[in-house]
């Protein structure tokens, strides 16, 4: 009944049902491993490499995934979603002691041995020197020196330069502090000799890891050994004893044979493996007690620092705003602000220098609820730190200096961050597929938003050369509508060690729908190494050219041929065309280099794509477009949830997902040349029962004619015969 009921004109909106069906996207790609820094159990967007810079720390030589994401990028690929992987094993690590430097008499003669020296630490990791001319007589400091070559405060620069008392040999590493002043000694001649000699003294150097250990777990319990102790033999050998398991007449020469110490803690029966990628083995020292094992599980730990209140106790505790060893090149630095409460400067540094400007805060306080508290503030706005508690106001890094003037040495390092075990380690292949297990899932966080893409480029380094994990991401992908790009192990990149490994059959036809590999790696300029070459997963830019050409062409375009190249790569093999004949019958794709052409990916069959499997999802593209519709449709029809299920709503549905797939058709995404040839949308009584509307359920039908890559082009050549005479 009309409102109102006055004579006039009135207006009525009807419902069009019109729902327009958005294209999904078809090039988002997830990328699962290792980077610098970045959260971990998070799945972040970047729309640049220099996003990734920001947030993942850019490449890394250690990390596979840096690179794969940058050749995304740098072949077309515009958006990726970061899942950094990270995990520990229990360690425990040996350490020893080396001759730190030499103090020096700088004139030489027995005066020298009354020249004392003393050492003690700062909170900054650096020293302080004080050198005596006798005993008991005021020193000459010489403080916060630091052993980096190239600081402000090198103590060969500082101490050498001042013309004093003594000078300093062979600074290696930082002394240990002294209880009491020692004296310099040996100033005097030689027996029967008048050339005088220096006084002189070898500094200790405070505690050197020596080996760190990696606990490897074992038995049906999983268990993992307690304490380690060592035995110095003192002839450069040493013995390592573990519970039952001990290794005597060790050595670190690699020349050793079976002695030397990482061979012989990687034969079967050892609990445990040598760490060989964080710095130089040393021969450790004898334990005076057994050392533990500690830091096992999947957290790897933030860098962190706490400030000290003005009258004692702890006033804030700051952490990294993320895990891993890059956190503990930040220092802090807080002065008095003199409107009230305090600054706080945080920067990250690469030596001496900043990498970055730094992120400074001022008039903080310790309020709860106030505006300018310090938790609050730098928890919302800083892109390095994290604040855990702050509980007073913290005393100044050097009295009446500000935040903007503070020196590298008056600023607080923050410590303890730690990288995990890395892909390079002993026992990251066999322990690693837990970590990268639990990351798939993160991506469910990304939700609404969507992935079409994955790449795993570390997961050929484990120890079943990736077909566990391959099997549970190819499941995951299948479940979300996307596609998995796959990488070969080190043996495989070879014409015949492909072939070997057999990862179609590993995977079996229903996962490998949905998944395809490339062969070989690409070998490409390392700008870490120098712009050496170096061969890398060829993953990360074939999802790259898959990003290009869907832009260009669209998705039902296969990803190879002359349009697919592949920038700045070669193949790290080359591939005659029988050998790529092989391939290809076996649903392998290939990178191949055309003169005239460059590198190019040649090859579009999914990983169920082999002859003797006759399998409709033969093709990338075919499979690709598939997979577009589904994603679009389960989109798009989220509102025909819930409405009255009869002819209005199956009518509805048809008017909607017809009106899309004409705009496919007409793009050119199905072959055929009419739209009856191309395509059908079913939605009516006969696609849904009454037993189906009974039990809430409304079918569509939804059919295309794919668009198939034309692999063999067959010219065939005939001569035409001559006139004959009537």
């Given amino acids: 009944m009309l409102q109102g009921g006055y004579p006039g004109v009135y207006i009525q909106e009807i419902p069009s049902g019109v729902h327009t069906v958005t294209a999904a996207a078809t090039s988002n790609l997830a990328v699962i491993g290792h980077f610098p820094r970045g959260p971990v159990g998070e799945a972040l967007r970047v729309n640049s490499w220099a996003d990734v810079e920001r947030t993942y720390g850019g490449l890394d030589r250690r990390y596979l995934a840096t690179y ?16 950094r992987a990270g995990f520990q094993q229990a360690t425990a690590t040996l350490t020893t002691t080396e001759t730190a430097m030499q103090v020096v008499a700088r004139n030489p003669g027995a005066a020298g041995n009354r020249v004392h020296y003393a050492v003690a630490h700062n909170p900054d990791n650096s020293f302080d020197l004080s050198i005596f001319a006798a005993e ?43 209880d009491a002043p020692v004296a310099l000694t040996h100033g005097a001649g030689a027996a029967g000799s008048d050339v005088a000699v220096a006084a002189s003294a070898a500094l200790n150097s405070v505690p050197l890891p020596a080996l760190i250990l990696q606990a490897i777990e074992s038995g049906a319990d999983r268990r993992v050994p307690r304490h380690v102790e060592a035995v110095n033999n003192g002839n450069g050998t040493f ?19 079976g002695h030397y110490v990482v061979t012989a803690l990687a034969a079967a029966g050892s609990p445990v493996r040598v760490v060989t990628t964080r710095g130089p083995l040393r021969v450790p020292a004898t334990t ?34 993320n895990a891993g060893e890059w956190g503990n090149s930040l220092r802090v630095g807080v002065a008095n602000n003199p409107t009230g409460g305090f600054d706080l400067i945080v920067a990250e540094f690469r030596g001496s220098q900043p990498k970055s400007p730094p992120e400074t805060f001022r008039g903080l306080n310790t309020t709860p609820a106030d505006p300018n508290n310090a938790l609050e503030v730098i928890n919302h706005g800083s892109q390095l730190l994290t604040v855990i508690a702050a509980d007073a106001l913290p005393s100044e890094s050097a009295a009446g200096v500000a935040v903007d003037d503070l020196t590298i040495a008056q600023m607080k390092p923050l410590s303890g961050g730690l990288d995990g075990v890395l892909p390079d380690e002993p026992t990251w292949a066999a322990n690693a597929l837990g970590a990268f297990t639990a ?15 994955m790449i795993v480029p570390e997961a050929p380094m484990m120890a079943d050369e990736g077909v566990g994990l391959y099997a549970l991401a190819a499941d995951y992908c299948a479940r979300q509508l996307a596609f998995l790009l796959v990488d070969h192990p080190d043996r495989a990149d070879s014409a015949i060690g492909i072939l070997d490994w057999n990862i179609a059959a590993m995977l079996g036809s229903d996962l490998g729908r949905n998944a395809a590999l490339c062969f070989p790696r690409v070998r490409r300029p390392d700008p870490l190494n120098g712009e050496r070459e170096r061969a890398f997963p060829a993953s990360g830019a074939i999802a790259g050219v898959m990003a290009r050409t869907d832009a260009r062409r669209g998705v039902w375009k296969a990803p190879a041929g002359t349009e697919a190249s592949i920038i700045k790569g070669t193949p790290s093999v080359m591939l005659t065309d029988l050998q790529q004949g092989r391939l290809n019958q076996r649903g392998l794709n290939s990178l191949r280099a055309f003169p005239n052409i460059g590198t190019v990916h040649w090859g579009a069959r999914t990983l169920a794509g082999s002859d003797a499997l006759a399998s409709e999802w033969k093709y990338v593209p075919v499979r690709r477009t598939a997979l577009f519709i589904e994603r679009s449709l389960k989109t798009a029809l989220a509102w025909a949830v819930f409405e009255p299920n009869d002819e209005p709503l199956w009518a509805n549905i048809r008017l909607n997902v017809n009106a899309f797939m004409q705009d496919l058709f007409s793009a050119g995404a199905f072959a055929g040349v009419t739209a009856k040839e191309a395509y059908h949308v079913k939605c009516d009584k006969e696609t849904t029962s009454q037993q189906d509307v009974n039990s809430g359920i409304v079918n569509i039908e939804v059919g295309f004619q794919p668009l198939k890559p034309a692999e063999f082009v067959v010219l065939k050549l005939t001569q035409l015969a001559g006139r004959f005479a009537a």
């Fill in 68 to 83: 794969a994401l940058q050749d995304f990028f740098l072949q077309g690929g515009s958006v990726a979603y970061v899942v």
């Fill in 136 to 178: 008991g007589e005021e020193p000459v400091v010489f403080a916060g020196l630091s052993v980096t070559y190239g600081t402000a405060n090198y103590a060969d620069t500082r101490v050498n330069g001042s013309q004093g008392l003594v000078k300093l040999a062979n600074i290696k590493h930082m002394p240990a502090e002294t």
């Fill in 239 to 257: 013995n390592i004893n573990i519970g039952d398991f001990a290794a005597e007449n060790l050595t670190i020469n690699p020349a050793g044979g």
């Fill in 288 to 321: 005076a007690t057994a050392v533990g094992f500690s830091g096992g599980g999947e957290e790897v730990p933030a860098a962190e620092v706490t400030l000290t209140a003005a009258g004692g106790g702890s006033a804030l505790q700051l952490e990294a705003a």
């Fill in 439 to 453: 990351a798939i899932p993160v991506l469910d966080g990304i939700e609404p938003e969507i992935f079409n893409l």
